[in-house]
Nanobody
Framework: QVQLVESGGGLVQAGGSLRLSCVAS????????MGWFRRCPGKEREFVAG????????YIADSVKGRFTLSRDNAKNTVYLQMNSLQLEDTAIYYC????????????????WGQGTQVTVSS
């Protein structure tokens, strides 16, 4: 069983930055692909970014490309989502997810999920 705990969300003005962290329990983190998803108000949850177990392969959604970056520290069992130039439409609950298989873009490819952290961007 893997537990994921996100942190770093909050209220930020448009144009600002936040860094989300996700800490994983257990010994399988270094073998897990990790993803970030978000649920914007009134919308379905969507893929934001993902990183392979070794950190070599990364996928970034077009909607955040150039503004969000993803990294991981396997020694700390932590994955990060650096969010810059935040826009009003980035307001969402952000979820961290772990996959025991290869890096994917779909929710069903991830077995474990965190509870989410709220990010609110104000004008």
């Amino acid at each position: 069983q893997v537990q994921l705990v996100e942190s770093g969300g909050g209220l930020v003005q448009a144009g600002g930055s936040l860094r989300l962290s996700c800490v994983a329990s257990g010994s399988t983190f270094s073998r897990s692909a990790m993803g970030w998803f978000r649920r914007c108000p009134g919308k379905e949850r969507e893929f934001v970014a993902g990183i392979s177990s070794g950190g070599v392969l990364r996928y970034i959604a077009d909607s955040v490309k150039g503004r969000f970056t993803l990294s991981r520290d396997n020694a700390k069992n932590t994955v990060y989502l650096q969010m810059n130039s935040l826009q009003l439409e980035d307001t969402a609950i952000y979820y961290c997810a772990a996959s025991g298989s290869r890096l994917g873009l779909r929710e069903y490819e991830y077995e474990y999920w965190g509870q989410g952290t709220q990010v609110t961007v104000s004008s």
